[in-house]
């Protein structure tokens, strides 16, 4: 398959991004602003996106195309067209396409710069000084594209992450969460093009991980920092500093976060009723289901005792779409699991974890849910 991204490579590099290239001489100043986070593309139409990707490369003036978030067409989608060819070719999954185009999205605004941020350069901004290649490299988008996705491989556990978490795993960027604003756009890109090759799936391996429920927006790929992640280390049973209770969350559900927090330092206990958890007896603080009860039956919600029977509680909930108030559980199974805790929005989850450890507040990303339960 190394010929297609080679055979892409010339298609692209003619005519149409030598023209782009020509007239995009782009200042350092120019390129940095790349780096600003300056908003949210959602709802995108990927039939549409398919529709206009398609009119491009059959030959269509970049005027006559239009897809929100690209303002130049004509160059922009082939050098996507070039990214997806690069992937194939690579034998990289559909996800880590749709990283490499977000990416690119967020470092370029998918143009081939000539400069950028000190030695910048290129689709993904990379930089001779920091051993990506040289500056004549680092401008061929296939070599560009080749280098990204072969440091993207190299991190562990890249298709289990989020499309903002692995490409700043690359990128190690100043604006962490800014890559999130592309992810939407990236994917219809990703696959308006790959339906442009008829073969692309001939060399794909056996088990693809990267599924489609997992490459579509992860909680809404444009919720940068919701994973609890912006907030940075956490200090057992503190509140993280600049959170709040969402504004949003509903009046019971405020009521249950409220009085959880007041638990926030006790000791865990298994078995502990929750009833008096700052108290002397031991048996009168937190366990993770306890902890759940106790703050549900303060907002007049009344709960099971055990995280056993909690999940089947309310009503199950996309991990996705959680709100404050929301019970999530991991360890064990989905039909039997062994931890409970409680979403209170921001990307932060309040829970007693284990012996000798305190109810305290940790960042969603921490967690391997299994399934989330709404109880109002």
Known sequence: MKWLAATIGVVVLSPL??????????????????ASFSGCLTGIDT??????VTKLLD???????????????????????????????????????IIAIATAMQESRLRNLNSGDRDSLGLFQQRPSQ??????????????????YKALLKVDGWQQMKVVQAAQAVQKSG?????????????????AIAATFPNADKDKPAKDTAKDEDTDSNAGGCAPGKDGTSFGRIPEGS??????????????????????MHQLG?????????????????????????????????????????????????????PKALK???????????????????????????EAPRTTKPVRITPLKDWTILAARRVL
């Open 17 to 34: 991004l030598l023209a782009g290239t020509a007239m995009m001489m782009a200042s350092s100043s120019e390129a940095t602003t790349t």
């Open 47 to 52: 039939g549409k996106v398919t529709k206009e």
């Open 59 to 97: 030959g269509a003036s970049g005027k006559d195309v239009h897809i929100q978030g690209l303002d130049l067409p004509a160059e922009q989608i082939p050098n996507a067209q070039t990214i997806v060819a690069t992937g194939i070719s690579l034998d990289v999954p559909k996800k880590g396409q």
């Open 131 to 148: 051993g990506w290649g040289t500056a004549q490299q680092i401008r061929d988008p296939v070599y560009a594209s080749e280098r990204f």
């Open 175 to 191: 604006y962490p969460h800014a890559y999130a604003q592309w992810e939407d756009l990236a994917t219809a890109l990703q696959k």
């Open 239 to 260: 509140v993280p500093k600049g959170y709040t209770i969402p504004k949003d969350s509903g009046p019971k559900a405020r009521k249950a976060i409220e009085w959880a």
């Open 266 to 318: 006790t000791l865990y206990q298994w078995g502990g009723s929750c009833t008096n958890a700052h108290g002397p007896d031991p048996m009168d603080r937190c366990d993770c289901s306890s902890l759940m009860q106790q703050a549900y039956a303060h907002a007049g919600v009344t709960l099971t005792r055990t995280t056993y029977t909690q999940v089947g509680e309310g009503k199950a909930v996309s």
């Open 324 to 350: 404050p108030g929301d019970l999530i559980f991991s360890r064990g199974t989905a039909a039997r699991p062994e931890h409970v805790g409680m979403y209170i929005g921001e990307g932060l989850v309040i």
